[in-house]
């Protein structure tokens, strides 16, 4: 006999933390061996935690946030498992059969896919880079001093010591709006551009202290957003020439030229960090080409980051206005500004 079947798996996740109206809903969606759902834990599971809320309006549905400890996973397999025996012998005879062995790998591979899908695309349409970060480690600036002694050589008395505590932080909110907008995009085949991904990279390696894989990261989501609105300017029969010659040429170059692709003026530029990506530029050349050990240069990434992060932010929001990026609107509740500032 033929049977349909399923898989289901609790997956765990970490830095998630959503709206009360938001739990208890699914993302759905599809992939060529099945259907995807994600569905988060309803409000009285106990894999959900009041994390903060107003002091006067303590349910107040926009600022009384949930973590949320994991999602539920199901995979609807688009094919039928061919199964012989009694109903006693299900199990055992399903699994060595080479019909449920390939249906099984199939679900596990789909779940993996849509799990790496789904956690670009929430972080994209919510700007939060930690939702998933479950292998996080603390970076040198968030245990500074922790548990920090200070020692006389002579006899190992103490003399100056500070205890602290430790918090990796890096929670990520998405409200009920970036989850529908991730529902949207999840439902329609949309994936976040390049650019965010390499961006969202860039900040979770600065907050556990790897600078290097910060600057480069940070440097390639900006590369790869200047070099997609220059090819954007090409005409519509493109060479492979040109194309080539475009490839080739150096960042800096097409940087220095920008205006002439983006309209904005000089003022607009400056404010938008045309020239903190410039200084990156610069800092990911030395790590890439000749190393780089100097910390206080190192850091300097941390502070490039907000103005990095709003050079991509209006970049890709001039090439979705021009029909070159993926038509995706933003909530308009100050992402920009939580991006941008956020550790």
């Known amino acids: ?31 060529p061996a099945g259907v995807v759902s994600l569905t988060l834990p309803g409000f009285e599971s106990p894999a959900v935690e009041k994390r903060e809320s107003l002091v006067d309006f303590p349910d107040h549905p926009d600022h009384t946030w949930y973590e949320v400890a994991w999602l539920d996973a199901r995979v609807d397999l688009h094919r039928r498992i061919s199964f012989e025996g009694t109903e006693a012998q299900f199990n055992s005879n399903a699994a060595a059969s080479g019909s449920g062995e390939e249906a099984f790998n199939a679900a596990q591979q789909t779940l993996e896919d849509a799990l790496d899908v ?10 939060a880079p930690a939702i998933g970060l479950s292998d996080v480690a603390p970076s040198r600036e968030r245990s500074a001093m922790r548990d920090l002694k200070l020692l006389r050589k002579s006899d190992d008395a103490v003399f100056r010591n500070h205890g602290g505590t430790l918090s990796l932080g890096g929670g990520g909110k998405v409200s009920a709006e970036s989850w529908q907008s991730a529902a949207d995009a ?158």
């Open 186 to 343: 999840l439902a329609g085949g949309e994936r976040p551009p390049t650019w965010f991904d390499y961006l969202h990279e860039a900040r979770r390696r600065q907050w556990v202290g790897d600078l290097r894989a910060a600057i480069v990261n940070a440097a390639i989501g900006s590369e790869t957003l200047i070099r997609a609105a220059f090819q954007r300017t090409l005409p519509k029969i493109q060479s492979p020439l040109a194309l080539r010659i475009l490839d080739t040429t150096p960042v800096q170059s097409l940087l220095g030229r920008w205006e002439e692709i983006i309209p904005w003026d000089k003022r607009t530029a400056k404010a938008f960090g045309k020239s903190e990506v410039h200084e990156l530029f610069d800092l990911r050349n030395t790590v890439m080409h000749s190393g780089l050990d100097a910390r206080d240069r190192l850091i300097r990434v941390s502070e490039l980051l907000p103005k990095i992060t709003l050079f991509v932010l209006k970049g890709d929001a001039h090439l979705t206005s021009t029909g070159g990026g993926v038509k995706r609107i933003f909530p308009a509740d100050g992402v920009e500004q939580r991006l941008t500032t956020s550790a």
């Open 118 to 127: 789904w956690k670009r695309t929430v972080r994209w349409t919510a700007l």
């Open 1 to 31: 006999m033929e049977f349909d079947a399923y898989a289901i798996r609790r997956e765990p996740m970490d830095g998630l933390y959503v709206q009360r109206r938001t739990l208890g809903k699914s993302h759905r969606f599809s992939f």
